[in-house]
């Protein structure tokens, strides 16, 4: 594969990061692929295979390396899924009993399920009950 591959998907990825916010994942794979782009130029790594095998390495490396230091940079690591019972979260669109829909919690979205017999209105202020994998359950603040 030619570099310029790898640094149009590295510029890629690195853009999307900043669409999805997926706590610098996609920005250091980005990374990762400029720096292969590079590399693959400057005419080392010159098969696909190879190529592949030094991306998956460098991107577990910058992973490693960087990756839970930027996120603690900027407080994207503040709180685990289960550190969340009791906290109040700001409802972000209408969601009816029993359904998902999403919340903010610390600055960041978050899937919610609707446990109470009511509606939740958007804006209004819920409690966490309890977690179902990475989906908070919430009832009607009272």
Do not use: H, Y
Request: with cysteine.
């Amino acid at each position: 594969m030619s570099g310029w591959f790898w640094i149009t998907a590295g510029l890629a990825l690195c853009i999307m990061e900043l669409v999805v916010i997926s706590g610098f994942f996609l920005f250091l794979l980005g990374v990762s692929g400029l720096l292969l782009g590079l590399l693959v130029l400057s005419g080392l790594f010159p098969t696909w295979p190879i190529q592949a095998a030094v991306f998956s390495v460098l991107a577990v490396i910058s992973w490693l390396v960087f990756g839970k230091r930027l996120q603690g940079a900027i407080g994207v690591a503040k709180g685990r899924a289960d550190d969340t019972k009791g906290k109040e979260i700001r409802v972000v669109e209408e969601i009816a009993p029993g359904q998902l829909g999403s919340g903010e919690l610390w600055g960041s979205p978050w899937r919610i399920k609707n446990i109470d017999a009511e509606v939740l209105p958007a804006g209004s202020e819920c409690v966490v009950v309890d977690t179902e994998g990475v989906t908070l359950r919430v009832t009607r603040k009272r």
